[in-house]
């Protein structure tokens, strides 16, 4: 089996702000507060807290503030929106509809910088804070839905993968409400191993699995031990988060686990940004991939897919059968 070594460039020129490639800090340090917070709330809940409940201390931040009962009135509704890969026309319709019927419109700089024009224009509030504060931004959207806003907590992809979907449930439920008292809903997205599978050809259509080599929230061993399971299996392999400058070594680990378990001929699949103005398509092996660890490809926009045994590369797109050939004559 060979690969061809393929790069392809968006044309469009790059005004790179995506925060992600910068995700150097430790998450939990610093976050500025963009826009303040305004929901409306009667919280009394002890000084950390801003009228929302977030914090608004860096040092505090990521402790829950105000309760259910901190709030009054009818709460208004809250909607995990998943924004696909980067671009308008890749958000689904109903993604479309629930932002343009939310009142407040709660995410990472990076996300609300992608979003349309008319949506944030429309809105009654945007509630943007940098990389990192997760905790915090998730809380002050549950507390402005708390307060009775209509809610929308966006990300990119799709809110169920390695996004703040589940991080909303358990917030509201250390607050002592309930998912259907918000009216909690996950709108999703299509998540950058899709988005990025789509630019490469055909890679992921046989069992897939991802591994996120972020070890913000996952010590690295048991991200090596995942590596370690997945990697002979014969599945396609979706890697997130692959690389940062605080994360080398993650990357190097990863491509030596791989390497141990796998064929150096194996098809590879480099995504950097899709959907987005910096857009870079590249197709090589899994032989080439530790020397990309140091190149513009790789970084905390990219996506790499690694194909499985059977995976070929065929006119600069990669395939993987889905074993159709085994029934029928084609
Ligand atoms: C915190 S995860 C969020 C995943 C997202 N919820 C999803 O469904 O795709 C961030 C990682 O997703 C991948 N990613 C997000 N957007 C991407 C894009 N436009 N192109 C390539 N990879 C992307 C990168 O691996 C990045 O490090």
Redesign the pocket.
């Known amino acids: 089996m060979s690969t061809d070594d393929t790069t392809t460039e968006a044309s469009s020129s790059s005004t790179e702000t995506e925060a ?1 490639t910068e ?1 150097e800090s430790t998450c939990g340090a610093s976050t500025e507060t963009e826009s303040s917070s305004s929901c409306g709330a009667s919280t009394d809940s002890g000084g950390t807290a801003s009228s929302c409940g977030a914090s608004t201390d860096d040092e505090e931040e990521e402790e829950v503030g105000a309760t259910v009962d901190d709030f009054e009135g009818e709460p208004g509704r809250l909607l995990a929106v ?1 924004l696909g ?2 671009e308008p026309e890749g958000m689904t319709a109903r993604a479309s509809a629930a932002l343009a019927d939310a009142e407040h419109i709660v995410g990472y700089t990076t996300y609300i910088d992608l979003l349309p024009d008319e949506i944030t224009d429309d809105a009654d509030d945007i509630y943007s804070t940098p990389m990192c504060g997760e905790v915090s931004r998730t809380e002050e959207a549950i507390d402005r839905a708390l307060a009775g806003n209509d809610v929308a907590i966006v ?9 703040l979907a589940g991080l909303a449930l358990e917030i509201l439920q250390s607050k002592g409400g309930t998912a259907s008292a918000v009216d909690f809903e996950v709108v999703p ?5 899709q ?2 599978g789509a630019r490469l050809g055909a890679p992921l259509v046989n069992d897939t699995v991802s591994v ?1 080599l ?1 070890d913000h929230l996952t010590p690295m061993d048991d991200i090596e031990s995942r590596l370690h399971a997945v990697a002979p299996e014969g599945f396609t392999v979706a ?4 690389w940062s400058r605080k994360r080398r070594e993650n990357f190097q680990r990863c491509c030596e686990i791989l390497l141990e378990h796998r064929d150096p001929d194996t098809p590879v699949g480099v ?6 103005d910096d ?1 870079k398509t590249r197709i090589t092996d899994l032989g080439t991939l530790p020397e990309l660890g140091e190149s513009d490809i790789v970084d ?5 897919v690694v194909g499985n045994e059977e995976t070929y590369v065929w006119d600069g797109r990669m395939v993987t059968p889905r074993g159709y050939e085994t029934k029928y004559d084609y």
């Open positions: 992600e995700t998943g890969p980067g990300g990119s992809g799709d809110p169920n993968v390695y996004a997205g299509v998540p950058a191993a988005s990025c996120s972020s890697i997130y988060n692959p995504v950097h940004g899709a959907g987005r857009e905390m926009t990219t996506t790499i």
